[in-house]
C-alpha cells in the first residue's frame, strides 16, 4: 500500500485548501460541488464523450501517479498533492457526465450508497466515506481500488459505446459504481473528499474565475518613488555592429539596461524578452527586473527590498521568462492562441513559491504571458518600436516607429 488510510485524514485542512488558491468556499454538500462544477464546465454544449473521455484521462493520471511513485519512491516527492488534485479532477468530470445526463451525483451516491434505505437529507462526500468504512473494506488497499475504479470507468465507457444514448437510464448503474470506487480510492489514499472537491473547485476558478478582478499592485502602499512607474513607454530597436546585433532601450530618450543580445547560437530574437517583464509588471504588477531598472526597489522596507527585489527574485524571473520563451518557441510565439496551457500555467506559479506574486491568480498569468508575446510578435516583425506599459489598465501595447 502507498498511502494507508488514517482516520484523521490530514493531507490538507479545508482552510489550507481555500487559502492555496483562495477563490471559493468549499462546498457544504454534494449537491452544491456539482452545481458549482457545472458553473465551470466550458464543454457543456460539446457531445457527452468528451467528459467521458475527460474521465477516463483523469483516471489515467491518477495511475500515472500510482506508477511514478512506486518507480521513484521517496524521490516523488509531490505525489500525496498530485493524488489529491487528480481525485478532485475525477469528481469534477464525474459531475460533468452526470449533468451532461441530467443525472445528479447526490441520486447516484443514495443509489450505491444507501439503496432502499433512509438516507441524510443532504449528503457530503466525507459522509459517504464514513459509510464505506462502515461496510466490508473492499478493495482493501490503494492499488486494488485504482485497479477496480479504472475497471468501472472502462465499463463505463463501453455502455456508452454501445447505446450511444445520454439517456441517464442507461450510464446510471457505470456511473454509480465508478462513484463508490472514487470513495474506496480515496479512503485507501487516506484522502478527503470533502477537501478534494474544494481544492478543485479553488484550482478551476482559479483557472477560469466567474469575474476577472485583479489583485492590487504589489506597491500600491508604498512611497511614489519605491512603485513601478504606472505608465512606461520604452523605445526599442536594433543595431548592428561588427560583433553583432544589439537590441537597444530607451526611455525619454535615455538609453536604460544593458544592449541586449539572443545569448545563443541560434538566433531566435530573445534579445527583445524585456517586453516579457514589462507584460509581467504590467497585468501582475511584479516585476524584480523592472523595478531593477528603474532603480525603484522598496528599500524603506529592507525585507522587501532583499526578499522581493533582490538578486534572487531578479533570477527568479528571468527563469521564468526563459522557460515560457522554450516552450512558446515551439508553438510559433503563441501565434492565435487565445489560451494556455493549464500544465505550462501551473509550472510557471511553481517558480513563484514563497513570493508576492505567487498570489497571482493563473489567469492573470495567462493575460500576462499572451499580452507579452502579442508585443515581442510585433516587435520581431518590425525590428523596432513603442512599448507601452500600463498598470493603471493591466496593458501591455506596441506602437510602430518608423525606421
Known amino acids: 500500500m502507498i498511502l494507508s488510510y488514517s482516520p484523521q485524514l490530514t493531507v490538507l485542512s479545508v482552510e489550507e485548501a481555500i487559502l492555496t488558491q483562495g477563490h471559493t468556499e468549499p462546498p457544504s454538500t454534494i449537491a452544491e460541488y456539482q452545481a458549482l ?15 467521458l473521455l475527460g474521465f477516463f484521462g483523469e483516471v489515467g493520471s491518477l495511475v500515472s501517479e500510482l506508477k511514478k511513485k512506486q518507480r521513484d519512491e521517496d524521490a516523488y516527492i509531490g505525489y500525496k498533492s498530485s493524488v489529491v488534485e487528480e481525485i478532485g479532477d475525477v469528481l469534477w468530470y464525474l459531475a460533468c457526465i452526470c449533468s451532461h445526463t441530467n443525472t445528479s451525483v447526490e441520486e447516484i451516491a443514495r443509489s450505491e450508497f444507501y439503496g432502499s434505505s433512509p438516507s441524510p437529507d443532504t449528503l457530503t462526500f466525507g459522509s459517504l ?11 482493501t488497499d490503494f492499488e486494488m481500488a485504482l485497479l477496480a475504479l479504472c475497471s468501472e470507468t472502462g465499463a463505463m465507457i463501453s455502455s456508452h459505446l454501445e447505446t450511444a444514448s445520454i439517456q441517464n ?16 480510492v480515496a479512503n485507501q489514499a487516506g484522502i478527503n473528499l470533502d477537501i478534494a472537491a474544494a481544492r478543485n473547485l479553488n484550482k478551476i476558478f482559479d483557472r477560469w474565475p466567474k469575474s476577472k478582478v485583479y489583485l492590487p499592485l504589489f506597491d500600491e502602499q508604498c512611497e511614489k518613488e519605491e512603485q513601478l512607474p504606472r505608465l512606461i ?29 539572443d545569448n545563443k547560437h541560434e538566433e531566435d530574437d530573445y534579445r527583445f524578452h524585456d517586453v516579457f517583464h514589462l507584460a509581467y509588471a504590467s497585468v501582475l504588477g511584479w516585476s524584480p527586473v ?21 538578486a534572487r527574485a531578479i ?11 522554450s516552450r512558446a518557441s515551439q508553438l510559433n510565439y503563441f501565434d492565435g492562441l487565445t489560451s494556455l496551457d493549464y500544465g505550462l500555467l501551473k509550472a510557471v506559479r511553481s517558480f513563484t513559491h514563497g513570493y508576492e506574486v505567487h498570489k497571482c ?43
Open 315 to 325: 533570477i527568479v524571473e528571468e527563469a521564468i521568462s526563459a522557460w515560457i520563451f
Open 233 to 261: 513607454s520604452i523605445a526599442m530597436f536594433e543595431k548592428k555592429f561588427e560583433k553583432g546585433t544589439y537590441v537597444y532601450q530607451q526611455c525619454n530618450d535615455v538609453n536604460i539596461g544593458d544592449r541586449l543580445t
Open 129 to 139: 466515506q464514513q459509510k464505506c468504512l462502515e461496510e466490508a473494506p473492499w478493495p
Open 37 to 51: 462544477a457545472k458553473e465551470t464546465d466550458v464543454i457543456s454544449a460539446k457531445p457527452l464523450i468528451l467528459p
Open 290 to 310: 523592472t523595478r531593477a531598472l528603474f532603480k525603484v526597489k522598496r528599500k524603506s522596507v529592507p525585507k522587501l527590498d532583499e526578499n522581493e527585489d533582490g
Open 169 to 184: 437510464h442507461k450510464l446510471f448503474p457505470n456511473m454509480a459504481a465508478a462513484f463508490r470506487m472514487i470513495v474506496h
Open 361 to 403: 491568480p493563473l489567469w492573470m498569468w495567462e493575460e500576462a504571458i499572451l499580452q507579452g508575446y502579442s508585443v515581442f510578435r510585433q516587435l520581431r516583425s518590425r525590428r523596432q518600436g513603442q512599448v507601452i506599459a500600463d498598470l493603471q489598465h493591466r496593458s501591455l501595447s506596441f506602437k510602430a516607429t518608423q525606421k
